[in-house]
């Protein structure tokens, strides 16, 4: 590649040497437009538009932890990411320090070889050990390792095919009209050659800092965060990517019992923060990063402070920020009206558990009481519906699918209000429960209660009636809930939300549930570890694998995909085929628990029997995608399946061949995914077999798929289905939405009163279990 680079290098005549780098490393990608420059971007994910990036790498980030040299590795990453978004057509450039830690290195090393040290390195390295050191003084470091540190910067971009210049500016020349108009004229012509510009402050002659020495309206350059700002002003830069060694920006010095990472920075909220002590190198500090990023973002360009020295993120954190993702401390002039995402958690974790101490009546109540606002408020819910629909519609990127499961009837919301009003039943004896009581010893009782998970996040796609349904499921169990919809159902979403929160109202919870109808990314959402305690994915199977990868540190309820089996076994009833068949498939196909895959036992082929099979798919309009072995029978067969492990999602199955029922198990234990599986026979001994052997989390005999569902099953309502080995398993409804907790009551008791010379012997006598008044339970 580099030498077909080289061969078109010369081919451009020499008239026009200006465009060489920008022709041999513009990708064949449109590049970012930016925008007109005058005021910053708003949100994080604007910041994809960004085309002119200033990234300030500091002390910290540049130099290694003995403050002598480079952390090369760190380094490296960076120019990687920078390399690659100047590829893409955007404008990088550089504000660095390191050439004092580089100087540094090298004049020890100079002075250590000029202390005779190469007669000691050959004679024993414990001479090395008594030679001392003086105080290097910082110009002369600067000096000595400016040349190096360049040439390094352009060793690393050279992997890349990006050209590099350096720049060495000091305060005089922004307050020199001159000097600035020709710096800005040469950090134009360096972009538009498409070469990435590195600059750094004069170390090696300029002046200590003067304190209150800005000018009115402009920043003095005392540091490289005040250069960077200063440089990003004039340059009209879009975006300024600060790192340092924290997070970002923290309400309180990092490290501190109450000290949180702050997400969004707005100009009125500097006497929030205290500030902790500069870092181990540098002249800076937080505080100086806080106003140069405030002058910056008053003078139109954006701001992210973040973390450059994590290992975990640092060879993604750049690219991280670009793609508007949340990474460190954004800085914004727009303050939105409402909360932001983390306010919302922690506002429904303190409501929930005011919920969870509820006496059950006040939870049943809020329940039934919602049901009959979904009764009473079907006009205003059923409008914003429609406006929904005919949003989708006339967008037309919706499938019919999708379509279905957004539109919400009459009938819908009378079923939803009949669901919620079972689980208020259910919500009476659900928390605070006690599932075991022990009495360990004399007077030491030990009890296992049910008790709330905590706080929920539940991200749904186009699917409305999923909101009320998982709200009266959060109510009845005691849980805080954080709601994420689709945008489709936005108009709807927000009238169901309303309403859900008039019903807690009415014993003063109100903000346990709370609806996210910010800008947030799901992969933000996911890494609030810290405050969410379970996520459940309600969507496509695309939806529930993008969430499961990014939650890190929070577990995930739910199935990826709901590859569902019914297997025809050579025993089975023709109507009881033919019925179970035609309602696995065609009753909803684009449910979860529909029969993607046909099991048919290979004595049915060329029978009355399957002929009749076929003829129903036929008459329904079903598409059908022949196995291996099934199109190997035919002469003429469908078209083959491309994989055994599709879910199809619509009117089209998989049709295969197996010799026995233990054929049928090892099949859907190969390609199944663990949801719901049927076997259909008048068989007993060979449903028992089937009912043992497979290891789904629903496995039928002689009944549709489709009846694993939590309200068919009697649970009112169900979050969704998991495939999951712990935990909650199938239909999730009431019950796997608690956990437990263990309670002892003693008098005086210790652990050394059991020990060897102690006077008490453990006892360990189970007790009955009697479940004590509800207003007395231990819910929290």
């Not at 760190?74 to 990411?81: F, G, K, N, T, Y």
């Not at 000029?114 to 470091?141: F, I, T, W, Y």
Request: charge should be neutral; aromatic fraction near 4%.
């Amino acid at each position: 590649m580099l030498l077909q680079r080289l061969t078109l290098c010369s081919r451009i005549p020499l008239g026009s040497p200006r465009h060489v780098c920008r022709f041999l490393t513009r990708p064949l990608t449109q590049a970012p437009q930016g925008r007109a420059h005058g005021s910053s971007f708003a949100h994080r994910g604007e910041l994809r538009q960004a085309k002119r990036i200033v990234v300030k790498l500091g002390s910290a980030v540049v130099t290694r932890g003995d403050e002598c040299g480079l952390a090369l590795g760190r380094l490296a990453s960076i120019v990687e990411q920078v390399a690659m978004l100047q590829n893409q057509g955007r404008e990088m450039m550089i504000v660095t320090s390191g050439a004092v830690a580089f100087g540094k290195q090298r004049l020890r090393h100079e002075i250590l070889l000029s202390q005779s040290v190469r007669q000691a390195l050959h004679s024993g390295h414990n001479q090395l050990k008594d030679m001392s050191l003086p105080v290097l003084e910082a110009r002369a470091c600067a000096a000595a390792g400016q040349s190096g540190l360049m040439a390094l910067y352009e060793a690393m971009f050279t992997q890349y095919s990006t050209c590099t210049a350096q720049i060495l500016v000091t305060n005089l020349d922004f307050h020199d009209d001159q000097k600035r108009q020709n710096l800005n004229s040469t950090l134009q012509e360096l972009l538009r050659m498409n070469i990435v510009p590195i600059i750094n402050t004069n170390d090696a002659v300029v002046p200590p800092p003067e304190p209150n020495s800005d000018l009115q309206g402009v920043i003095s350059i005392k540091d490289n965060d005040s250069l960077a700002a200063r440089l990003a002003v004039e340059m009209k830069a879009d975006l300024l990517i600060a790192l340092s060694d924290v997070e970002g920006l923290y309400n309180s010095p990092p490290g501190t019992d109450d000290a949180k990472l702050i997400d969004i920075f707005y100009p009125g909220d500097q006497q929030s923060i205290t500030y902790g002590t500069k870092s181990r190198v540098g002249i800076g500090g937080m505080e100086a990063k806080v106003k140069a990023a405030l002058w910056a973002l008053q003078g139109g360009t954006s701001v992210v402070i973040a973390n450059g020295t994590n290992p975990k993120v640092t060879g993604h954190v750049i690219t991280d920020i670009v793609e508007g993702k949340k990474v460190g401390t954004f800085f914004s002039e727009i303050k939105p009206a409402g909360p932001t995402v983390e306010q919302q958690t922690e506002m429904a974790r303190n409501s929930g558990r005011t919920l969870a101490s509820l006496h059950p009546d006040q939870r049943s109540e809020i329940i039934c009481h919602l049901a009959e606002l979904l009764t009473e408020k079907k006009e205003e819910i059923l409008a914003a519906n429609k406006m929904d629909m005919d949003l989708a519609a006339n967008a037309g990127h919706l499938p019919p699918a999708m379509l279905k499961r957004l539109s919400l009837s009459p009938a819908k919301l009378n079923s939803l209000a009949i669901g919620l009003r079972q689980i208020a039943v259910a919500a009476q004896d659900s928390v605070g429960r006690v599932l075991r009581r022990t009495r360990v010893a004399h007077n030491l009782e030990l009890e296992q209660i049910t008790v709330p998970i905590g706080v929920l996040l539940v991200i749904f796609e186009a699917r409305p009636d999923c909101l009320p349904q998982v709200s009266a499921l959060s109510i009845a169990s005691g849980n805080a809930l954080l709601l994420k919809g689709g945008k489709e159902a936005a108009n709807t979403n927000r009238v169901l939300h309303q309403l859900t929160q008039e019903a807690l109202s009415m014993h003063g919870v109100r903000e346990a549930m709370q609806l996210v109808s910010t800008r947030e990314e799901v992969e933000d959402l996911c890494r609030l570890d810290k405050m969410i305690d379970l996520i459940i994915p309600r969507g496509s199977s695309q939806l529930v694998r993008d969430i499961q990868r990014a939650a890190k540190g929070i577990p995930v309820l739910g199935h990826s995909e709901g590859i569902c089996h019914v297997y025809v076994d050579a025993e089975a009833s023709i109507d009881k085929v033919i019925k179970i068949v035609r309602d696995s498939k065609c009753d909803y196909p684009a449910a979860c628990n529909a029969m993607e895959t046909l099991l048919i036992h290979r004595d049915i082929l060329r029978t009355p029997f399957f002929d009749q099979i076929i003829d129903m798919l036929r008459t329904e309009r079903v598409k059908i995608h022949a196995g291996p072995r099934f199109a190997s029978y035919l002469t003429f067969s469908p078209s083959e399946a491309k994989s055994l492990r599709t879910e199809y999602g619509d009117l089209e199955c998989c049709m295969e061949v197996v010799d026995s029922m233990h054929e049928a198990v090892d099949h859907i234990h190969k390609y199944g995914s663990s949801h719901t599986d049927v076997i259909i026979t008048e068989n007993e001994d060979t449903a028992e077999q089937f009912l043992q052997q497979l290891d789904s989390a629903c496995v039928f005999w002689n009944t549709s798929s489709r009846f694993a569902d939590g309200y068919r099953f009697g649970l009112g309502a169900e979050v969704g289905i998991s495939t999951a080995r712990i935990h909650a398993r199938g239909p999730v409804g009431l019950e796997g939405l608690l956990t437990t907790k263990w309670v002892l009551r003693g008098d005086g008791h210790t652990a050394a009163d059991f020990s060897e010379h102690g006077t008490m012997k453990y006892l360990h006598e189970n007790l009955p279990v009697v479940q004590p008044l509800a207003g007395q339970r231990d819910s929290n």
